[in-house]
């Protein structure tokens, strides 16, 4: 449960501006949709990719980095890492089945399979899109244990974009149809109540001694 009090006086130090555009940009947050990136190499990619998800309403992004260590630019992101709840795996297992135990329906983008076009998915459940390497795609572990597959219909002669452009227009088209529907999507009042006081400590200069000054040990 969130320290109610201590919500109140940290926001205290940040100006009424930035607290009423926490609570604007909370009530668009999801945890509906989420995202998995998988052993991206090029650092830009995977700090575009959580830049995307700042941008469209998206609250966690999930990196798989069994291969490369952890790629995350917090220059390209800018500043998008403080703002998506970044959660880090050292296999895709690992991450699969997280993503299972809190009921979400892995989604494999690729290409190379004609299970769903883009224009025609539907958002029926709460959806982890799983995102692959530049050259090679998804590994073999997502594909085999996906419950469905989606692509970007193209028709031109190239036949794939970068992740980070395939992920923007993805998150951006699932997005817009979740905010249609009536589903209950949005961040429960639990969850928005632990994003403003993450994102307001974030926002309070020389955090630990106004910590220490609340908690009376300065």
Request: one cysteine or more; charged letters at 30%.
């Amino acid at each position: 449960m969130v320290d109610l009090k201590l919500l109140d006086y940290l926001e205290g130090f940040i100006t009424p501006e930035r607290k009423a555009r926490f609570l604007d940009i909370l009530e668009e947050r999801t945890n509906y949709l989420t995202v998995a990136i998988e052993d991206v190499y090029q650092m830009h990619n995977t700090s575009a990719v959580v830049r995307s998800c700042d941008v469209f309403g998206v609250q966690q992004a999930h990196l798989i980095e069994s291969k490369f260590g952890k790629r995350l630019d917090k220059d390209i992101a800018m500043g998008a890492q403080q703002w998506v709840d970044i959660k880090r795996y050292n296999t895709t297992t690992d991450c699969i089945d997280t993503l299972r135990e809190q009921g979400y329906k892995i989604v494999a983008t690729t290409p190379h399979r004609n299970n769903c076009s883009l224009t025609d998915f539907k958002l029926e459940s709460k959806t982890a899109l799983f995102f692959g390497t530049e050259r090679d795609g998804l590994s073999e572990e997502v594909l085999e244990t996906a419950d469905s597959f989606l692509k970007i219909p193209m028709v031109g002669f190239t036949e794939s974009l970068n992740i980070s452009v395939s992920a923007a227009i993805i998150l951006h088209t699932l997005t817009s149809q979740l905010r249609k529907e009536s589903i209950n999507w949005r961040l429960t009042e639990e969850e928005k109540l632990e994003k403003r006081l993450d994102w307001t400590k974030k926002s309070v200069r020389s955090l630990n001694d106004v910590l220490a000054r609340f908690h009376g040990t300065k």
